[in-house]
């Protein structure tokens, strides 16, 4: 049964990635988990000659101790030589979660720690106006573009730009949605709790009668707010939300059962069975192992129910776990820092994830060693896989919705560039496209991607070289220079660049000048960011 119509808001549950996945149960999939960092608290303040705040504070701002969110422990990609290394593989990911609590910390004038800023999320938090595939078969079509480096003199960037169908908005499933709400004691400040609230209330108008919604809590124990409830009971629903309150300690994996539970009695092969859990990923009473919550969301998964994360708060935001979780559920994890940002979750994104589109979508990127001398891929650390996980179709990788657009980076010194790091060998090795020093190639892309509940997955290819290549950054579109702004930006952010005021500054004019068509004001919203942020260096 196909639901026509369909509402703004809560179609946009999809538009995040909350709500990709109304297919039959997916098959059994291999899971992996990205590590953690705890930093430990400190009372050190910036005068302290023994330690640095985490944190740096706008002049004259009051100093802050550290926070103690948690993040994923991951160290940047560093260049790889070619003739050792030719082959690059990493799942696509379209993850929102590290640009909003970015923004969030550069708007209250605080530095973001490395650990926070993930290159691929604040890059992918953007739409891009990438054409689709020339043809229905294949799953996504690719937009390359070579370029000179801003971040390197003499070296260049392969940018490649995904995209695929976006399904008519006019129809979806049916949506059965069951939202795990954390009210423990630490979700009771504004930006928590309170927030959830507001941006729940905003579901109302996009639910359609076929629907069903169900609100599960948690706090030292589950408690089930309100059972599976047709949404043509919208007012049963508003008050459900707004008679939640936060206090006690967070039994979070009893709450994940339950809301598994009501999950399983609403679950329909032909609708989008979704778990969507709020929290600010606090999870201090009951099981806390994180390896059985995973476990446990892998299971639901196979089962074909998925789960997606919404992370809230910031001092006690556990995001590497909020992460691993949503990894596991075959969802996107975003961070809700605002109601603005629930507007654009909930309704200005609409077509993003509104019907799936693709599972385990995985790339994998050679470089020709008679063009190429070095490369690194600019992000994607918690996603990288082995070369042999490309070909298993076992492995887990990322999910897409219709509407979706993906972006990755490359930046690579060419053979003859002044700028490579290595000095030939004397007896390198010389594979057959090595030896045919006339190829103009400087890649060959292979993405690998399966139809929703499909088991076996589809292969396109694409080769890079001179025909997709510019001579200056300024020849490239707006989404290519946007997008290259917002990675200087963030590695900016993470120490990986060190620009120094004069990088700031040519990030700031690439991305003013790369805004293009803004109808919401994001590019705009982000460029002011790139602006607070240069001072808070």
């Not at 603005?340 to 990127?365: F, H, Y």
């Not at 790091?421 to 007896?427: F, G, M, N, S, V």
Request: aromatic content about 6%.
């Amino acid at each position: 049964m196909v639901r026509q119509g369909g509402g703004a808001a809560l179609a946009v549950l999809m538009s995040a990635g909350l709500l990709a996945g109304c297919q039959s149960a997916p098959e059994e999939k291999a899971s992996s988990a990205a590590g953690m960092v705890v930093p430990s608290p400190s009372s050190a303040r910036a005068a302290a000659p023994v330690a640095k705040p985490m944190f740096a504070v706008l002049p004259g701002a009051m100093l802050q101790e550290q926070d103690t969110a948690r993040f994923p422990d991951a160290a940047a990609n560093g260049w790889q030589v070619v003739e050792e290394a030719p082959v690059s593989t990493f799942s696509l990911d379209v993850d929102t979660a590290s640009y909003a609590f970015v923004r969030r910390l550069v708007r209250e004038g605080r530095k973001p720690p490395p650990q926070a800023v993930r290159v691929e999320e604040m890059v992918n938090y953007f739409p891009y106006a990438y054409p689709a595939p020339e043809r229905r078969e294949d799953v996504l079509g690719a937009t390359l573009t070579v370029t000179p480096s801003p971040w390197k003199d003499g070296a260049k960037l392969l940018h490649v730009g995904l995209k695929g169908w976006d399904v008519a908005r006019t129809g979806r499933p049916p949506a059965n949605l069951t939202f795990l709400i954390d009210v423990s004691g630490s979700m009771s400040p504004e930006d928590r709790l309170p927030l959830i609230q507001k941006s729940l209330r905003q579901l109302g108008e996009g639910l359609g009668s076929d629907d069903k919604v169900a609100i599960v809590t948690y706090a030292g124990v589950s408690a089930v707010a309100l059972p599976p409830t047709s949404a043509a009971e919208l007012p049963r629903i508003l008050a459900a939300v707004d008679g939640l309150r936060a206090g006690g300690g967070t039994a979070g994996a009893q709450g994940i059962k339950t809301a598994y539970e009501l999950a399983r009695q609403m679950y329909d092969p032909q609708a989008i069975n979704r778990v969507v859990l709020a929290t600010d990923g606090d999870f201090n009473v009951g099981v806390t192992d994180n390896r059985s919550l995973e476990a446990m969301v892998v299971e639901q998964r196979r089962a074909g129910i998925y789960l997606t994360v919404l992370g809230v708060g910031r001092d006690n935001l556990n995001d590497a776990l909020t992460q691993r979780l949503a990894q596991a559920g075959n969802g996107q994890a975003a961070y809700l820092d605002s109601i603005q940002e629930s507007r654009k979750l909930w309704i200005e994104q609409l077509g993003a994830s509104m019907v799936p589109l693709a599972d385990d979508a995985k790339i994998q990127v050679e470089f020709n060693p008679a063009q190429v001398a070095e490369y690194r891929l600019v992000g994607y650390e918690t996603r990288m896989l082995k070369r042999t996980d490309f070909s298993d179709d076992r492995v887990d990788a990322g999910d897409l919705g219709s509407g979706h657009s993906v972006t990755a980076i490359y930046e690579f010194t060419p053979k003859d560039s002044s700028a490579r790091l290595t000095e030939p060998l004397r007896y390198g090795k010389k594979g057959k496209r090595a030896q045919d020093e006339g190829s103009l190639e400087y890649a060959y892309i292979k993405l690998r991607a399966k139809l929703p509940g499909a088991k076996d997955s589809r292969v396109s290819n694409w080769p890079v070289g001179r025909a997709q290549e510019v001579t200056t950054l300024a020849q490239a579109s707006d989404d290519v220079r946007f997008s290259v702004a917002v990675a200087g930006y963030a590695q900016l952010l993470r120490g990986e660049w060190n620009g120094g005021a004069e990088g700031w500054d040519r990030t700031i004019a690439l991305a003013d000048g790369a805004r293009g068509a803004d109808p919401y004001g994001w590019r705009a919203e982000a460029v002011q960011l790139m602006r607070t942020a240069r001072d808070l260096r």
